[in-house]
């Protein structure tokens, strides 16, 4: 019984989610928990237990068309800067969990008398700087953050350059983002396309063709994960100099100084994602966070949930778009494992990076994630159902999977 578990080749995860975002993971990794200037660096085959909150922030607009050229002025803006992207990273030992925090989460009670947007997560970085904002996660998630890592869109650009672009897989129907005021023009059709830094971006941020907030958050997690996988290649090595270029003008309470100290253990991560669980709140677009469900899917409770499916009692579905009919060789090795029901579905070769993908079955989808060393997503609008596994055989598969070539499609 252990020869499915010898093809299973190491995922060489590069970083944290928020190096995609702008080489964060850099900085994370060489922090220890709790000090947020001149902090040790990390030694490798050690690392520190710490929270860092990572936001993406918008450009301020002081004319039609026209930024701002002081990116930090509050005075005569036309479009001020919210922070549509919140993500809060916790490590512990070699396990990187990555939890997203819908724009319109309201922090703390909803009081109806107030007003609506003022309560969302989302604006207070614009009232407040950093420091509102590390607040109002901490208040959202009951977590303490350690450190925080702001940046804006057109240095999220560079780094998506730097690595080589984005390859994502469009939904039927397409795409189209056009908002001529804020310079944006993307329109996609249905079907794979590779992404360079300006594209990448808007399509990062885009909700139409992904329903509402949590489909946008789970198609970032997904581009998020493919970017943070190329850091260890030679194209995200030679990416680097860039990378630091533009973590020396993000806004951060961690020491540039250490980031490369945190080279040696990139190798050793193994990254999973989740959302933050809300309620709609009455009479209002806000949402108020779960807490029950949060302590199913992300952290050290999701680990531990005594409710959770066995193996034996989930379906695997398998989507192979490796192109190379990988699907029922991968099939026939996870029933060794013993997981006796699982389907396969063929679809277009993409070139989108491998991942095991879930709703709410997390501790089951882990395992089976670092079985198979890949990312785990969690997610709202993941095509799965409860008791139900997804895994995406990408581009990547043909070479993370070499010895399926040779493994009989039938146990």
């Known amino acids: 019984m252990t020869r499915p578990v010898r093809w299973a080749r190491p995922l060489q995860l590069a970083a944290l989610t928020l190096a995609a975002l702008g080489g964060g993971g850099y900085y994370a990794l060489s922090a220890s928990g709790g000090n947020t200037a001149g902090a040790a660096p990390v030694v490798s085959g050690s690392l520190p237990s710490f929270t860092l909150l990572l936001a993406g922030r918008d450009i301020i607009y002081c004319y039609y068309h026209q930024p701002c050229k002081d990116q930090n002025q509050r005075k005569g803006v036309i479009q001020s800067a919210n922070t549509d992207t919140v993500m809060l990273i916790k490590v512990q030992g070699h396990r990187v969990n990555v939890l997203s925090i819908p724009r319109d989460t309201n922090v703390g009670v909803f009081r109806p008398r107030a007003s609506a947007a003022a309560q969302k997560i989302n604006s207070k970085y614009w009232d407040g700087g950093p420091d509102a904002l590390v607040s109002a996660v901490e208040t959202v998630t009951g977590e303490h953050v350690d450190n925080y890592l ?14 080589g672009g984005l390859d994502v897989t469009i939904p039927a129907g397409g795409i189209e983002w056009i ?3 804020a310079g944006v023009n993307l329109k996609l059709a249905a079907g794979a396309h590779h992404l360079a830094g300006q594209e990448a971006v808007w399509y990062l941020r885009v909700r139409k063709g992904f329903g509402d ?5 789970d198609h970032q997690k997904q581009a998020l994960s493919q970017l943070a996988s190329k850091l260890t290649t030679a194209r995200g090595l030679s990416a680097l100099p860039t990378i630091f270029s533009v973590m020396r003008g993000v806004e951060s309470n961690l020491d540039p100084a250490i980031l490369q100290s945190a080279e040696p253990v990139l190798s050793q991560l193994k990254l999973s994602f989740a959302t933050l ?8 677009f806000n949402l108020a966070v779960d807490r029950d469900k949060l302590a199913q899917i992300w952290g050290d409770a999701a680990a531990s949930n005594p ?3 066995t193996r034996k009692e989930v ?3 398998i989507e192979d778009a490796s192109g190379q ?7 026939a090795a996870l029933k060794l494992s013993g997981y006796p029901e699982i389907r396969t579905e063929v679809l277009p070769k993409s070139a989108e990076r491998s991942q095991v993908f879930t709703q709410s079955d997390v501790k089951v989808a882990q395992n089976l994630a670092d079985l198979l ?8 609008r993941f095509a799965v159902q409860p008791g139900q596994i997804g895994v995406l055989l990408g581009g990547d598969a043909p070479e993370r999977f070499a010895a399926l070539q040779s493994f009989s499609p039938t146990p």
Do not use: C, F, W
């Open 150 to 163: 702001i940046v804006r869109t057109d240095e999220v650009a560079r780094v998506v350059d730097a690595l």
């Open 179 to 181: 908002d001529k005021a």
């Open 213 to 217: 907030d949590y489909g946008r958050i």
């Open 277 to 284: 669980p809300t309620q709609d709140i009455p009479g209002s």
């Open 307 to 309: 409710a959770t499916l």
């Open 315 to 317: 379906t695997i579905l």
């Open 325 to 331: 009919n990988l699907g029922p060789r991968l099939a």
């Open 373 to 380: 060393n890949l990312p785990r997503l969690q997610g709202e």
